[in-house]
């Protein structure tokens, strides 16, 4: 088990940046996939970003590739979103997600998530 809570949502013009972090207790976190998923209203939930266990090896969805960065620091058991280049379309609640062996892009394999942070970019 491993409780998730995210931070570091919040208001940015277009072109801005922000970063959302996620810290995880329980279990050893290092021994998840971590992922980052947002979901806009209306939208179903969709995937933005993982990290398999050891930090090297990372995805992203095309539509944030080269503006996102995702990485993670087991010591803090934390797992971090970089977020460049905002546009209004990266509004949503963003989502931490934790995958005991599963690091694909569908929402409904992760084990855990976390409550959401809203991030809101403006025109």
């Known amino acids: 088990q491993v409780h998730l809570v995210e931070s570091g949502g919040g208001l940015v013009q277009a072109g801005g940046s922000l970063r959302l972090s996620c810290a995880a207790s329980?279990?050893?976190?290092?021994?998840?996939?971590a992922g980052w998923f947002r979901q806009a209203p209306g939208k179903e939930r969709e995937f933005v970003a993982r990290v398999i266990w050891g930090g090297g090896n990372t995805a992203y969805a095309n539509s944030v590739k080269g503006r996102f960065t995702i990485s993670r620091d087991n010591a803090k058991n934390t797992v971090n979103l970089q977020m460049s280049s905002l546009k209004p379309e990266d509004t949503a609640v963003y989502y931490c997600?934790?995958?005991?062996?599963?690091?694909?892009?569908?929402?409904?394999?992760?084990?855990?998530w976390g409550q959401g942070t809203q991030v809101t970019v403006s025109s």
């Open positions: 997600a934790a995958s005991n062996n599963y690091y694909g892009p569908q929402a409904s394999q992760y084990d855990y």
């Open positions: 329980g279990r050893t976190f290092s021994s998840y996939v």
